[in-house]
């Protein structure tokens, strides 16, 4: 029986909140050697919200997946993003 491994980091909250991210993703992903790699990344722009650039900076570091809730919508910009990425 094939085993998954989940990884999920709650709610990225700000800059600091993704540079600690950015910076421990490598070693969390060594000790856990996740098979899937979910993030929440609705407040991670100034703490609410998501922007396109901060996306793809999460998506570069080895995310597979990124969660959003109500405050992902408070940056416009992510709209069109939506739709062209099924990822997010």
């Known amino acids: 029986m094939e085993q998954y491994r989940i990884l999920f980091l709650g709610d990225i909250v700000g800059k600091p909140g ?47 997946c990124i969660t959003l809730g109500n405050h992902a919508f408070n940056k416009r910009e992510i709209l069109p993003y939506l739709e062209q990425n099924s990822k997010l």
Do not use: C, H, W
């Open 18 to 64: 993704r540079d600690a991210v950015l910076e421990e993703l490598p070693l969390l992903k060594q000790e856990f050697q996740p098979t899937f790699l979910i993030v929440n990344g609705e407040n991670s722009a100034a703490g609410v919200g998501i922007t396109p650039k901060i996306a793809d900076e999460l998506f570069k570091a080895g995310v597979d």
